[in-house]
């Protein structure tokens, strides 16, 4: 069956290491998205990518990292410049360029918590 | 700024109420509006709304658009347990297709 899966679904970090948290979609999407989710705060754009080799900065990318390598892969890395990671990740993917309800599909999520 | 705001962020209601959550915009050359369900961790979707005045409708729940005002409501009528989640509302600008902007969420608790 086609989908995203996100990995792991938790992770823990001590201050001061980078973190990868890793999003594969079989889904023949070109669109790649990670989202930010904190209590109260809905979900904000960190990266997005819609191609291959290529990637925009979102809302709140600074402290956050990506890679966009191969189009079935979008792995984000979190440094250790983001000041507060303890959060919920979301990685999503669609078809650019088509109404986004027809093929926006999200992941199951990471949840990083920093000890 | 282009900004979704949803209401209220919280509501706690007993099995059988009908329950109404807003969704309110501030967004350029709007293209779409987009209600997910989230339970504990994917969204999934439920409606898209581009015009007015129409209602979208799944069994329990409906939402409507109204593009003059800039709101939306989701609409659950004889709630149950099942339908306790996070409600998010989105929207999709005109020019950029490919990203969505996210309301803060509504969480529902529904108890027997």
């Known amino acids: 069956d086609g989908g995203i899966t996100q990995s792991p679904k938790y992770l823990f970090r001590k201050e001061g290491q980078n973190v990868t948290l890793s999003c594969e979609q079989n889904?023949?999407?070109?669109?790649m998205y990670w989202y930010r989710q904190d209590p109260g705060q809905g979900l904000r754009l960190i990266y997005y990518?819609?191609?291959?080799?290529?990637?925009q900065k979102g809302d709140i990318a600074e402290g956050y990292s990506v890679s966009r390598e191969k189009k079935e892969s979008f792995p984000l890395t979190v440094t250790s410049a983001q000041k507060n990671p303890t959060a919920f990740y979301l990685c999503a993917s669609s078809i650019p360029g088509s109404p986004v309800s027809y093929g926006y599909t999200f992941g199951s999520g990471t949840r990083l918590t920093v000890v | 700024e282009d900004k979704v705001v949803q209401s209220p962020l919280s509501l706690v209601v007993h099995e059988g109420d009908t329950v109404t959550l807003n969704c309110s915009y501030e967004?350029?050359?709007?293209?779409?509006l987009l209600w997910y369900k989230q339970e504990k961790k994917a969204p999934t979707f439920l409606f898209m709304l581009?015009?007015?005045?129409i209602e979208k409708k799944s069994g329990r729940l409906s939402s409507i658009l109204d593009k003059k005002e800039l709101f939306s409501i989701l609409n659950i009528t004889a709630t149950q347990t099942g339908d306790s989640a996070v409600y998010l509302c989105a929207v999709e600008p005109e020019y950029n297709t490919d990203k969505l902007i996210f309301g803060t969420g509504t969480r529902l608790q529904v108890f027997p």
């Open positions: 967004v350029t050359n709007f293209r779409s």
């Open positions: 889904l023949n999407h070109d669109a």
């Open positions: 581009t015009s007015s005045g």
């Open positions: 990518s819609q191609i291959v080799n290529d990637f």
